[in-house]
């Protein structure tokens, strides 16, 4: 492991260290006595400071993943393997600013004004500091790395849904959010400790290594199990999930939008990512059993939380409980596919299952923000957020009944929206797998998402509305829901490039220059960018 | 002369505690009580592991010896007293609100 760093790895951590540069000076300038009145007049100053620093950010993600502007990716893990700069992390990262862009731009032009003037500055930067420790979570390969990515999620997710300090929900929300997740990290750190008392190490790449040579241990059970605790609550896994639907409905709306998909984004790359490199050094008899068992374990786990969603949401009435029950079935169906990386029976290509689960995430993150993009502006117009305020939303504005209809039918899997292609892809690598009882549980949950998700279409169909008044929406909502709109048809009616990006870029750096078990000798020299180019090229034929 | 077993049969009792409170405790303060003597298991667990197990290891390799455990539980401490401030802030929040920090009386939100 080196032990210096070159600039150059540096620069490999581009797109986090431009939202730092924006959350210090978030934090900083408004206090400065010349700078003070403009940061006092309006939010426009700062909201522009984010978005431009989460367009710098996009930006050198884009760059170091086309290996462009001089800036290319290391062939090893960077920060002395603390964290690793890949092709999957990079894409992950990406997902995750562009929304966080969007939940910004959502926000500027809804919900902004009940954010007090003074509060701008702490707002935003504890959006972007969640925003930086998702996209840690997707890098992490050291389980220090990944305790502190988790909570440098959390914390500041905890602040958000109790930010709107006057009313008695958000209070509850952040309460019932802030007590569970301490508890659930609380669980994982004594089962790392194991797991460390164990094997002596905290690398995610040397954990494997020992366990595909000695087998199931204690420490191993515990370390996974602990993790399972910490990861399964950022993704509401059933049976930690009931902060879920409290938090969604307690939180602001776009706050709301960026837990539902930027959070879970990441946890569930980290996820797949402990799952790959436990599946990916299984090759010796001793950890085939207990591997097939924690993968088994795991899609049990996805197949009950998808379940539970499913069936819990038939019963809300509030738009954003519906929403919060949907996002805890689609946060299942991802878990059942991660499931797949240890337990699969044939002799199986991990990036397929990455490259579906990409496709999956983009296709996601355009349905949700979407279908809260168009629940924000209804919700605001009538300042409730029963389902009921949704009807004769035709006759008020038929682009928003639209809209939403695109977005709730992607959302249950359409043919000819991007939903439908995302769970064709799970149930394709579930059954390439030898894994039919998950493709039969993929195929009953979306029959049951079925009725629900036609419920707020029905209302907004059929039912007579309660004021005649047309909805009247901002430019740059219109934008968004247009943005939203157009990704869940270019994915639903044309696949193909989405698909081809998310093949390319699935790989995982550790499968391309890390030897097997005690052939550290033999490491390939070469140039590292030409071979990793080499590597995308095959992954995309 | 007192080893590694003792060190982890007092963590697994800091654990069994933790758990205890925090499945009795109705206060929030009470369950955010709970989860530090979980959190101090884990520290007392690494820090025991780090130098029972795995430091003179590292030196019978010829290397440094090793402290990941040891940075970890600092990494932990640290964070423990983030999490506090935060949850000391929300719980504060609450108060203004219900009056009380009863997690029973939190029942706005459910179904």
New interface residues.
């Given amino acids: 492991m080196p032990v210096g760093m070159s600039w150059s790895e540096v620069l490999t951590l581009l797109p986090e260290l431009c939202l730092l540069v924006a959350i210090c000076v978030a934090l900083i300038a408004p206090v400065l006595p010349p700078l003070r009145a403009m940061f006092r007049a309006s939010h426009a100053p700062l909201t522009a400071l984010a978005i431009i620093a989460l367009l710098a950010a996009i930006i050198s993600a884009v760059a170091l993943l086309t290996g462009s502007a001089g800036l290319t990716l290391p062939d090893h893990s960077v920060l002395g393997g603390m964290v690793v700069v890949d092709h999957f992390a990079l894409s992950v990262k990406i997902i995750i600013y562009i929304f966080t862009l969007l939940v910004i731009v959502l926000w500027s032009s809804v919900t902004r004004s009940q954010v007090r003037l003074t509060d701008g500055p702490d707002y935003l930067s504890l959006v972007l500091s969640g925003a930086l420790g998702m996209s840690l979570m997707a890098s992490a390969t050291n389980f220090?790395m990944v305790?502190?990515a988790i909570?440098a999620a959390s914390?500041p997710s905890?602040?958000l849904a109790?930010f709107n300090?006057q009313t008695?929900?958000s209070?509850?929300?952040?309460?019932?959010y802030?007590?569970i997740g301490?508890?659930a990290?609380?669980?994982m750190?004594?089962g790392?400790?194991?797991l460390?008392?164990y094997y002596?190490?905290?690398d995610l790449v040397a954990v494997a290594q020992r366990v595909a040579a000695e087998g199931m241990s204690v420490g191993l059970l515990m370390g996974v199990f602990g993790l399972l605790i910490g990861i399964g609550f950022k993704l509401s896994a059933v049976p930690i999930h009931f902060w879920c639907?409290?938090v969604f409905?307690?939180a602001s709306i776009e706050i709301t939008t960026f837990l539902s998909v930027a959070s879970k984004a990441g946890a569930i790359a980290l996820l797949v990512r402990i799952m790959m490199t436990l599946g990916h050094f299984s090759s010796g008899e001793h950890a085939r059993q207990i591997l097939l068992g924690i993968g088994t374990f795991v899609g049990l786990v996805g197949v009950v939380t998808a379940t539970w969603g499913n069936l819990a949401a038939y019963?809300?009435t509030n738009v954003k409980?519906l929403l919060a029950y949907s996002s805890i079935a689609h946060a299942g169906y991802m878990i059942m596919l991660a499931g797949l990386l240890t337990a699969s029976m044939n002799n199986m290509q991990p990036t397929e299952v990455a490259y579906a689960l990409l496709f999956y995430l983009i296709v996601y993150a355009f349905m949700n923000l979407g279908a809260f993009a168009v629940a924000s502006v209804v919700a605001k117009e009538s300042s409730s957020e029963s389902l009921d305020e949704f009807a004769g939303l035709g006759q008020r504005n038929i682009f928003l009944a639209v809209a939403m209809g695109c977005f709730l039918l992607s959302l249950f899997g359409m043919p000819l929206t991007g939903g439908f292609w995302g769970k064709v892809r799970f149930g394709f690598q579930m059954w390439n797998e030898g894994m039919w009882w998950l493709v039969v549980a993929l195929i009953i949950n979306t029959v049951f998402s079925l009725y629900f998700y036609l419920k707020p279409i029905i209302i907004m169909v059929w039912k007579q509305p309660t004021s005649s008044r047309v909805l009247s929406v901002a430019p740059a909502m219109y934008g968004v829901i247009g943005i939203a709109l157009l990704g869940v048809f270019a994915t639903g009616i044309l696949p193909d490039p989405a698909t081809a990006w998310a093949k390319n870029n699935s790989r995982m750096v550790f499968m391309m220059d890390l030897p097997p078990v005690d052939a550290q000798a033999t490491l390939p020299s070469g140039d590292p960018v030409i071979a990793s180019k080499e590597n995308v090229a095959e992954a995309g034929q | 002369m007192i080893g590694l077993g003792h060190f982890l049969t007092l963590s697994a009792i800091l654990f069994g505690c933790g758990v205890a409170t925090i499945l009795t405790k109705r206060n929030a303060i009470g369950i955010l009580m709970g989860v530090e003597l979980i959190l101090n298991a884990a520290n007392v667990n690494l820090v025991a592991f780090n130098r029972f197990s795995w430091a003179g290891e590292a030196v019978a390799h010829g290397a440094a010896p090793a402290v990941d455990g040891l940075m970890f539980a600092m990494f932990i401490i640290v964070l423990a007293a983030a999490e506090a401030a935060i949850a000391l802030a929300i719980f504060l929040n609450f108060y203004n609100h219900f009056s009380t920090i009863d997690i029973e009386r939190a029942r706005m939100l459910s179904g």
């Fill in positions: 220090l305790f502190l909570e914390f905890y602040a109790g300090k008695y929900r209070s509850e929300a952040s309460l019932k802030v007590l301490a508890v990290s609380a669980l750190l004594y790392l400790s194991m460390y008392g002596g190490t905290l639907p409290d409905e307690g019963f809300q409980r």
